[in-house]
């Protein structure tokens, strides 16, 4: 039975919608994958248990794209649509026209809004300006009368990419000034978020800021490893130092605070600060608020997946939310809450191999450096044959003069992946040409699409690369740089998330196949909407 016909079979003893509720809240929890919330446990005693223990809970729920990073995951969510079709095929992409690399939300054309008088002439702004369509928040303003849509997380990629085209208010973090928006959205930024902002850097400046472990944690967990990225050597564990009394509130402040729980913890004190001020949930119609919670990422990259850093971070994280679910439930006892993710995450290569995964570091440098050298051996090349094309190397792009020495676009694309597909690391390498004639049932069980078809939903004509790679599973890299984890990997460990809805619904546990192109058309149908244009994605059932 394909995932369309389920809902066709179920509508006929479905009752009738519940209520449109005052406020949603759609939460994205960045890196979460379902294997980390079912090594939390239903037992947990705040908000992530509660969300287990009381919501629709999906457990087979894929991010089904092949490329999967913050970037395409948070396109996905709200738009019902592939990144194939979001146009967000990775979070950074080379743009052939400018001839340099575009972050998913690059903007020239306006500005961010400065926090406080005496901040420095503001840099290049960030919009939506290459998400292709609409989402459920475009939906819901045009369709009921009075409804506002809000995005909020410390990524600017995050809260734009869920918020659709014409959001009422878009907000993330610019570094240690605090939270921000661009022209793109309003000419000055709200006075309840400059003093929200000014109140936080007067606490950072006058309290330091340890990380240390807490009384209960998430999991059981392994940690003291030191990790080796070249000659820079990686003490794993707990306690760490964020801020000290007189230490700057600089990038590498921020890049210190942005893996810890406090991160999340700012972000949801942000996200009631938007809700009490801008009265969510008290209007005429249905508001949303689409809100990402990014430190598990970066806990991810820097520490891992199975250590210290993460369970007690996912302890203050599920303490974190259940206040702020008390909060809402407070407000609003009929508020509906929506969890999920942009896309899922492993371990570090080191305990994965201990564990007996065949997990291995790549120097992503020399790799990259001995496909351009086989390359230009093979085309008999003067110059490169590869242009830089983000931080991959996911997305291979081809010069132009090794283009013509292969003979033209295809042939290149083509004796390009035969290469790649020889060298260390690699499961499979797609010519473009091969992905744009590759057809997807998108109906049919996530689990089961092939490698092609996985990355054939990640591509866009004009912004992906020549050759798209599925690496190997359970591969990093070994270069010196902040991370020890990555993701973007086709495999379910990176593709599998929680989908969770908690509202009027009766608690179940649902184990059929889903994908997260279904949250927007199910929300949509939940609240009365038509979404405004086609989906691939389907309503799912959420029974009573």
């Not at 961010?112 to 008088?117: S, V």
């Not at 996530?446 to 078809?453: G, I």
């Not at 059929?512 to 939940?526: C, G, I, M, Q």
Request: with cysteine; hydrophobic share 40%.
């Amino acid at each position: 039975m394909t995932r369309r016909a389920l809902p066709l079979l179920l509508a006929l003893t479905l009752t009738a919608a519940p209520p449109r509720p005052k406020l949603v809240v759609v939460i994205s929890i960045d890196q979460f994958s379902a294997d980390l919330l079912a090594r939390c446990g239903k037992d947990m005693p705040g908000g992530l248990g509660r969300l287990e223990r009381e919501g629709v809970w999906f457990t087979d729920a894929y991010q089904a794209h092949g490329i999967t990073e913050t970037g395409p995951g948070h396109s996905v969510l709200l738009s019902g649509r592939y990144p194939a079709h979001t146009g967000i095929t990775s979070n950074e992409w080379r743009n052939r026209s400018a001839n340099r690399i575009a972050s998913s939300v690059d903007d020239p054309r306006v500005r961010l809004l400065p926090t406080r008088a005496d901040e420095p002439e503001p840099t290049t702004g960030a919009s939506q300006v290459w998400f292709n369509g609409t989402t459920l928040g475009d939906w819901l303003q045009r369709q009921l009368p009075g409804a506002r849509a809000y995005g909020l997380s410390f990524k600017d990629r995050a809260a734009i990419l869920m918020s659709g085209r014409h959001p009422t208010a878009v907000y993330w973090m610019d570094g240690a000034n605090g939270f921000t928006s661009s022209t793109a959205y309003a000419n000055k930024l709200p006075d309840w978020l400059t003093a929200f902002d000014a109140k936080t850097r007067t606490t950072w400046t006058n309290e330091p800021l340890i990380w240390s472990a807490g009384a209960t944690t998430a999991f059981p967990a392994r940690g003291g490893e030191t990790i080796h990225l070249g000659d820079d050597a990686r003490k794993l564990g707990l306690p760490r130092k964020v801020l000290a009394l007189g230490d700057p509130l600089d990038d590498a402040f921020i890049d210190r605070l942005r893996a810890t729980p406090f991160l999340d913890e700012l972000t949801l004190q942000a996200a009631d600060a938007l809700i009490q001020n801008d009265q969510l949930g008290k209007g005429p119609s249905t508001d949303l608020l689409a809100l990402s919670l990014s430190a598990t990422d970066y806990v991810s990259h820097f520490y891992g997946t199975f250590g210290p850093e993460m369970a007690d971070h996912l302890a203050r994280l599920d303490a974190a939310l259940g206040a702020f679910l008390d909060q809402l439930k407070a407000q609003d006892p009929g508020v509906w809450v929506v969890l999920s993710a942009d896309h899922g995450g492993s371990d570090i290569p080191e305990r994965l191999a201990e564990m007996g995964y065949p997990a291995k570091r790549i120097p992503r440098t020399a790799w990259l450096n001995s496909l351009d050298q086989a390359l230009r051996a093979q085309w008999k090349l003067d110059g490169p044959a590869l242009l830089p094309g983000g931080y991959g190397p996911d997305q291979i792009y081809l010069s132009a003069s090794a283009i013509r020495a292969a003979g033209g676009q295809e042939a290149a694309e083509t004796q390009a992946a035969a290469v790649i597909k020889r060298m260390e690391g690699v499961a499979d390498a797609f010519p473009a040409s091969q992905l744009k004639r590759t057809t997807v049932d998108l109906q049919a069980d996530p689990a089961t699409f092939t490698l092609a078809q996985r990355m054939a939903l990640s591509f866009v004509p004009g912004r992906s690369g020549d050759v798209l790679v599925a690496w190997k599973p359970y591969i990093g890299w070994s270069d010196k740089g902040p991370y020890l984890e990555d993701h973007s990997a086709p495999w379910d460990f990176d593709r599998r998330v929680p989908l969770i809805f908690w509202g009027p619904w009766k608690a179940a546990r649902r184990a059929e196949p889903v994908a997260l192109v279904d949250l927007a058309p199910t929300l949509a149908k939940e609240l009365g909407l038509k979404p405004e244009e086609p989906l691939d994605g389907v309503p799912l059932d959420l029974g009573e």
